[in-house]
């Protein structure tokens, strides 16, 4: 009885082997639409094609609580709770905050050039076509002028891209990097927001422009953080979060800002 048990033991382990192999076969590269949630900001993996190399984007648009948690006070009293886009900041002061969680991090992120938004907006290698990002049906997939009711919404509340990525049409806009048709004190921007009609919404909707300085009530900005060269593999990808999160305290914070930690259970992306 106990050889058949060792036997059928051997044969268990060796079809679990199997499988495991089957499902890693060495190869460390991410996988399109994996999460990567490096410092609690979580990422979405898009595969590259052409010109464009594999890079990380942001699920949603980065949102007030994730603002605060970086720079140690939120952008305006009143938000540091807020699960809603960040709006009313320039490009100049996106700038700032990047560099600082490049800091508290160890890593690279940045803002997405049109091209990536585009390819990511679009559904990368996994495109479906559609008109808007993950639909051709807006209201399925953006806050714009006849759902929104004039306002600005919490991020990730209506249906992804192909890819697993929210807002990407509607809510507001997103800040590139790209300079706005070679002048570099004024970027581009993508994306279409909540007051307009569908038809600015469309990932094909010409592109608009914002000066360095400048704050919008309907701009706001996503993440990118480039694969290559980051040590990001389809294993570490899986990783909880090590080193700094947006979970870490911050010393010697004002009085009205969260100094805290906000439940994994509370928090929205």
Not at 59 to 85: C, F, H, I, N, Q
């Amino acid at each position: 009885m106990k050889k058949v048990f060792k036997i059928l033991l051997v044969i268990a382990l060796t079809v679990l082997c199997y499988e495991t192999v089957a499902q890693n076969p060495g190869d460390t590269q991410p996988k399109n639409g994996q999460v990567f949630d490096p410092n609690r900001i979580a990422m979405i993996y898009v595969e590259g094609q052409g010109d464009i190399n594999g890079f990380y984007i942001g699920r949603t648009e980065v949102t007030d609580r994730v603002w605060t948690a970086v720079m140690g006070r939120p952008r305006v009293k009143g938000v540091e709770d807020s699960s809603g886009p960040v709006i009313e900041v320039s490009w100049l002061e996106v700038q700032g905050f990047i560099k600082k969680l490049n800091e508290l991090s160890g890593r690279t992120y940045r803002l997405p050039t049109v091209a990536e938004w585009v390819f990511a907006a679009k559904g990368g290698t996994l495109s479906q076509g559609y008109i808007y990002s993950g639909s051709n049906t807006i209201g399925e997939v953006a806050r714009y002028s006849k759902n929104s009711k004039g306002n600005r919404w919490v991020v990730g509340t209506l249906k992804p891209n192909e890819l697993g990525i929210y807002d990407m049409t509607g809510n507001v806009y997103e800040m590139c990097e790209d300079c706005w048709k070679g002048n570099c004190n004024k970027r581009a921007f993508k994306g279409g927001a909540y007051p307009y009609s569908a038809k600015w919404n469309r990932i094909d909707a010409k592109g608009w422009n914002v000066k360095l300085n400048t704050k919008r009530y309907d701009v706001g900005f996503r993440l990118v953080l480039q694969a290559e060269g980051t040590g990001v593999d389809a294993t570490s990808a899986q990783q909880e979060p090590t080193g700094w999160s947006i979970y870490t305290p911050r010393p010697k914070v004002v009085v009205w800002t969260v100094e805290a930690i906000i439940p994994d259970e509370e928090w929205n992306y």
